[in-house]
């Protein structure tokens, strides 16, 4: 299984950024995939998650109302549409899935991600 994350960059504070993140080697469409961050000397934290279907989502307080999490099964990608970005988004971005199909936690647990993308790195400048 692999993960690749795309779409990071530099940005001004209040602008917006859409993550990409493509898959290969198992049905995409059966695993919740999620994207976690890692800012300069801090842990990785959960930022957003979806079920297989994309019928529901989970959303770290922090982002709420400003990110969005998506799907394309067909596609084999995932979303994450970034809005309103502040200087407290800096990080890098990592995209990941579930090990498990058909399975999803609430709040989700990094824990239960088994496969990680590469990770892509977003600044905001202020």
Do not use: H
Request: proline share 3%; aromatic share 14%.
């Amino acid at each position: 299984v692999q993960l690749q994350a795309s779409g990071g960059g530099t940005v001004q504070a209040g602008g917006s950024l859409r993550l990409s993140c493509t898959a290969s080697g198992r049905t995409f469409g059966r695993y919740a995939t999620g994207w976690f961050r890692q800012a300069p000397e801090k842990e990785r934290e959960f930022v957003a998650a979806i079920t297989w279907s994309g019928d529901t989502t989970y959303y770290v307080d922090s982002v709420k109302g400003r990110f969005t999490i998506s799907r394309d099964n067909a596609k084999n990608t995932a979303y994450l549409q970034m809005n309103s970005l502040n200087s407290e988004d800096t990080a890098v971005y990592y995209c990941a899935q579930r090990g498990l199909p058909w399975r999803w936690d609430n709040p989700p647990s990094q824990s239960n991600y088994a496969y990680w993308g590469q990770g892509t790195q977003v600044t905001v400048s202020s």
